[in-house]
């Protein structure tokens, strides 16, 4: 198993910690799976969450506000001008240098970030805080949220040395 707690340095210059430090850290989320911590809904086809890559792809919205009310940092949404795709997550800025956090954990480089994100983003884009308007959007889109944000929070508790920085 990789050392996942701690910032392991890549590139030369580059750090990440958590599921950025497995070799398919996409597919390590896939194995954190809600019935780790919740019985799945009886008699409910549409329920969306599997494991905790749906907090990476479909609720980063979720997972981006769980993060800023555990560890208050700042939400920001990456969204393409076309207005077809985002992906949101929290930034942090230490030691001058900026870190982006998501569901796989924290990393210092944009292009590692990025493998996520222009999955959703495809074309020029913009990156901005996020704003009550794009909280109320999200909170009136999903009949989920509830779950979503237990999930989200179970995930960083447990996993809880992912997401920060020492």
């Known amino acids: 198993m990789p050392n996942t707690e701690k910032l392991i340095t890549f590139e030369r210059y580059e750090e990440h910690k958590g599921f950025y430090n497995y070799s398919d850290g996409e597919k390590a989320l896939c194995n954190v799976m809600y019935s780790d911590f919740f019985e799945y809904p009886e008699d409910d086809d549409e329920f969306p969450y599997t494991s905790a890559h749906e907090l990476l792809c479909g609720s980063c919205n979720h997972f981006a506000m769980?993060?800023?009310k555990t560890f208050n940092y700042n939400q920001y949404i990456i969204e393409g001008k076309n207005k077809k795709g985002f992906h949101v997550f929290c930034q942090i800025y230490k030691n001058r240098r900026w870190y982006y956090v998501d569901a796989r954990g924290v990393t210092s480089s944009f292009d590692e970030f990025?493998?996520?994100?222009?999955?959703?983003?495809?074309?020029?884009?913009?990156?901005?805080?996020?704003?009550?308007?794009?909280?109320?959007?999200?909170?009136?889109?999903?009949?989920?949220?509830?779950?979503?944000?237990?999930?989200?929070?179970?995930?960083?508790?447990?996993?809880?040395?992912?997401?920060?920085?020492n």
């Open 66 to 68: 769980s993060l800023s």
């Open 114 to 165: 990025m493998d996520v994100a222009k999955m959703f983003v495809t074309d020029e884009y913009m990156i901005r805080p996020v704003t009550s308007k794009d909280i109320e959007e999200w909170e009136n889109y999903s009949d989920y949220n509830e779950e979503a944000y237990a999930f989200a929070e179970a995930v960083i508790k447990k996993y809880e040395n992912y997401y920060v920085l």
